[in-house]
């Protein structure tokens, strides 16, 4: 019977290696752990998706500001989500760890200059 307070499938997975329920403690992670877990991306053997990099968590919150204000606080909310995927998208073209991250950098980068030059 396993212990009240593990999970079902924990405790199935710790009975099964012989260990025993109550040593089966989960450790905190810190912020810096789930940032490094989240950086390598999913599939591990192709990563297709990760947890948003600096730039592009910049490029979010430039993304937020812009969309939650109006005036000036817009605008620069609006020029640092571009600049924030700019160079998230430069930085994929470039380093990306598998061809498809390169070519969705590339792509983000043209997509930028289409709707930029939209506006001129």
């Not at 620069?76 to 598998?98: D, H, K, P, S, T």
Request: hydrophobic share 55%; glycine share 10%; charged share 10%.
């Amino acid at each position: 019977m396993a212990h009240a307070s593990v999970p079902r499938a924990v405790s199935a997975a710790r009975l099964s290696t012989g260990v025993p329920v109550e040593s089966a403690k989960i450790s905190p992670m810190t912020v810096a752990e789930l940032w490094r877990r989240g950086q390598v991306g999913w599939p591990r053997s192709f990563p297709v998706a990760q947890f948003p990099n600096a730039p592009l968590a910049i490029a979010l919150a430039g993304w937020g500001l812009g969309a939650a204000a109006t005036g000036t606080p817009h605008e620069v909310g609006r020029a640092v989500f571009i600049v924030g995927l700019v160079v998230w998208a430069w930085q994929e073209a470039v380093a990306g760890v598998n061809w498809f991250r390169r070519v969705l950098g590339a792509g983000a980068l043209v997509w930028i200059a289409v709707n930029l030059a939209r506006q001129l």
